[in-house]
């Protein structure tokens, strides 16, 4: 198993970073928020994964060793694999996956695309022993307004600068998609998940 890599950010896409380790570029596929703590040309210590399968290596990278432990403990799950592992930790923190299990709530752990009702208490009932009780190091489900609202710019910011947008397009392109959720009514604890929020930035950036 590879536990870390360590080297120079060589480049940072909506889905992974490229790690320069002593010369050799190691894909690292992460989560927007892991990626938002990535900046090209810095160097960065990443907490990875390694999925073998029988045609390809694939390289997952955390913010920390926690996010990586329960990304390992969802696939021990029926039917989770990496990507919905990565998926789930996408739109949750590790602990606010704790608290969804924990309190069996299906309408939380359903926010993830790709997981319904079944799936969902599926995970309830194969994980609520495993998962443990919440570290309390990254909050509970839903943050307060204000701060999920602070949340989400800073991610979004931080991946577009990442992926080469100057920071007035990047402030243009954050300014374009909060106006298009408080024209959608949601506030700062229905936001829909960072990936989401970056790809329509993107969006925004690209017409």
């Known amino acids: 198993m590879i536990a870390f890599v360590s080297g120079r950010v060589a480049a940072a896409g909506p889905d992974g970073a490229v790690i320069d380790v002593h010369g050799v570029g190691l894909s690292v596929q992460c989560t927007p928020a892991t990626l938002a703590g990535l900046r090209v040309g810095d160097h960065a ?3 990875t994964s390694l999925v073998v399968r029988e045609d390809s290596l ?40 704790r608290r969804a299990v924990a309190a069996e709530d299906v309408t939380a752990l ?3 695309p790709g997981i319904g009702k079944k799936g969902a208490q ?23 307004p204000g701060q999920a609202a602070e949340q989400w710019r800073e991610q979004v910011h931080s991946g577009l600068i990442n992926l080469g947008w100057s ?18 009514g949601a506030d700062g604890a229905e936001v829909p998940p960072v990936a989401a929020l970056l790809k329509s930035a993107l969006r925004k950036l690209g017409k």
């Open 45 to 47: 210590t990443v907490p």
């Open 110 to 112: 359903t926010k993830v």
């Open 58 to 97: 694939t390289l997952f990278g955390f913010a920390d060793d926690d996010e990586r432990a329960v990304f390992e403990l969802l696939q021990t799950a029926s039917g989770i694999g990496p990507r919905l592992a990565l998926a789930m930790l996408a739109v949750h923190s590790p602990d606010a996956l």
């Open 122 to 144: 599926r995970i309830v009932l194969e994980l609520r022993d495993r998962l443990g009780a919440p570290t309390g190091g990254d909050g509970a489900l839903a943050p307060p």
């Open 167 to 184: 920071t007035r397009d990047a402030d243009a392109a954050v300014a374009a998609v909060a106006a298009d959720l408080a024209a959608d």
